[in-house]
């Protein structure tokens, strides 16, 4: 059975869509799911296996970007995507979707080229031999911001 893209109503049929690999709100997100009726879809490949009761689990064969392109062949105007891929987050922009990063901040089309421009400076630096700094160890005020701000996305 071949899975199609769906146009969604922000009001009517929105889903939430995870970018489970390594994503540290999955339960978070799908408990929120549960508790506004909405259909929730965790994506990975075959690396990691979740299995989480009130959400489907797509498993994509494991390469570079299977989930990323997998999410974007399924998302629809006003759903949610979890990621904290700029460049997903990007693409789902271009499908009117809402991306929403692990610690609460919403993409936008204001504020997503800043975010790509960063991205890819880091990268030049990495490539040259450089070090960046990697991220600080996760806090529960970080899961509260994230929850807070997917409850305002979804009411």
């Known amino acids: 059975m071949q899975e199609t893209p769906r146009r969604s109503s922000k009001l009517f049929n929105m889903r939430i869509l995870i970018d489970a690999d390594g994503c540290p709100v999955v339960d978070l997100t799908v ?5 506004y009726g909405i259909e929730c879809t965790i994506l990975c490949d ?3 296996e979740f299995d989480r009761d009130g959400a489907k689990t797509v ?3 494991k390469g570079a970007d299977s989930v990323d392109f997998k999410i974007v062949n399924l998302v629809g105007e006003g ?18 979707a809402i991306p929403i990063s692990q610690n609460g901040l919403v ?5 997503i ?4 421009f960063t991205r890819y400076v880091s990268k030049k630096i990495r490539n040259a031999g450089g070090r960046m ?9 970080q ?3 994230f929850e807070a701000a997917l409850e305002r996305l979804i009411k």
């Open 133 to 141: 700094k990697g991220p600080s160890k996760r806090t529960p005020e």
């Open 113 to 116: 080229d800043q975010l790509l």
């Open 143 to 145: 899961d509260k911001a």
């Open 59 to 61: 498993v994509v064969e």
């Open 46 to 48: 075959t690396s990691h």
């Open 31 to 35: 408990k929120l799911a549960k508790k």
């Open 107 to 111: 993409y936008t089309d204001k504020n």
């Open 79 to 96: 759903d949610i995507v979890v990621t904290q891929d700029y460049g997903l987050a990007a693409m789902c922009l271009a499908r009117k």
